[in-house]
C-alpha cells in the first residue's frame, strides 16, 4: 500500500507540485502582489523543485525515466537531466530574487517548454508515442506552464509598477 502510494505520488509529482503551489499562493497572504505570490510558487515548486527531480531521473535513472515517456535510452538522458536540473536550481533561486531575475527564469522556461511540447507532439505524431509521459498530463502542465508562467510575470511587473 505504501509503496504504490509512494509510486503514485512519484508518477504524478508535476501535477502535486503544480496544484500545491497554487493551493499555497491561495491560501498565504504573504505577498499582496496576487500574481508575483502565485508566479513564485509555480516558480518554486512547479518548475524549480519538478526541474531538479526530474534532471536526477534523467541522470541518475535514464532507464527509467526513457521508458516513462516511452523513448529508447540515450546518451543524450545525461544533457536533458543536467537542463533539466538547471533550470530548476534557478527557478528556485527566482523564489526569492527581483521581478527582473524571475522574468529570465520564466523565458527559459517558456522557451524550453515550447520545445519540449513541440517535440512530444511530433512524437505523437510520427511514432504514435502516446505513452503517459509523453502525450498526457505531463504535456499539458508543460503547455500551461507555458502560457501561465509569463501571463503571471507581465501582471506581477504591472501591479508592482501601479
Same mark, same amino acid.
Given at each position: 500500500?505504501?509503496?504504490?502510494?509512494?509510486?503514485?505520488?512519484?508518477?504524478?509529482? #508535476?501535477?502535486?507540485? &503544480?496544484? =500545491?503551489? =497554487?493551493?499555497?499562493?491561495?491560501?498565504?497572504?504573504?505577498? @499582496?502582489?496576487? #500574481?508575483?505570490?502565485?508566479?513564485?510558487?509555480?516558480?518554486? =515548486?512547479?518548475? !524549480?523543485?519538478?526541474?531538479?527531480?526530474?534532471?536526477?531521473?534523467?541522470? &541518475?535513472? @535514464?532507464?527509467?525515466?526513457?521508458?516513462?515517456?516511452?523513448?529508447? #535510452?540515450? @546518451?543524450?538522458?545525461?544533457?536533458? !537531466?543536467?537542463?533539466?536540473?538547471?533550470?530548476?536550481?534557478?527557478?528556485?533561486?527566482?523564489?526569492?530574487?527581483?521581478?527582473? &531575475?524571475? /522574468?529570465?527564469?520564466?523565458?527559459?522556461?517558456?522557451?524550453?517548454?515550447?520545445? *519540449?511540447?513541440? !517535440?512530444?507532439?511530433?512524437?505523437?505524431?510520427?511514432?504514435?508515442?502516446?505513452? @503517459?509521459?509523453?502525450?498526457?498530463? %505531463? %504535456?499539458?502542465?508543460? *503547455? *500551461?506552464?507555458?502560457?501561465?508562467? #509569463? *501571463? %503571471?510575470?507581465?501582471? /506581477?511587473?504591472?501591479?508592482?509598477?501601479?
Amino acid at each position: 500500500m505504501i509503496a504504490a502510494t509512494l509510486e503514485f505520488v512519484l508518477r504524478n509529482l #508535476p501535477a502535486f507540485m &503544480f496544484v =500545491l503551489a =497554487l493551493a499555497i499562493a491561495t491560501f498565504t497572504r504573504s505577498e @499582496p502582489n496576487v #500574481p508575483l505570490r502565485y508566479l513564485n510558487w509555480l516558480l518554486l =515548486l512547479s518548475v !524549480g523543485f519538478v526541474g531538479i527531480w526530474a534532471g536526477i531521473f534523467h541522470i &541518475f535513472f @535514464p532507464t527509467v525515466a526513457s521508458a516513462q515517456i516511452g523513448w529508447a #535510452p540515450s @546518451p543524450f538522458e545525461t544533457e536533458i !537531466g543536467i537542463a533539466d536540473a538547471a533550470s530548476g536550481v534557478v527557478a528556485v533561486v527566482a523564489f526569492w530574487r527581483s521581478l527582473a &531575475f524571475k /522574468a529570465a527564469s520564466v523565458l527559459y522556461t517558456a522557451l524550453f517548454n515550447f520545445g *519540449v511540447a513541440a !517535440g512530444h507532439v511530433y512524437q505523437a505524431v510520427t511514432a504514435h508515442n502516446f505513452s @503517459p509521459d509523453n502525450f498526457g498530463l %505531463l %504535456l499539458l502542465l508543460t *503547455v *500551461v506552464q507555458m502560457v501561465l508562467l #509569463p *501571463v %503571471l510575470l507581465i501582471r /506581477a511587473q504591472r501591479a508592482h509598477s501601479a
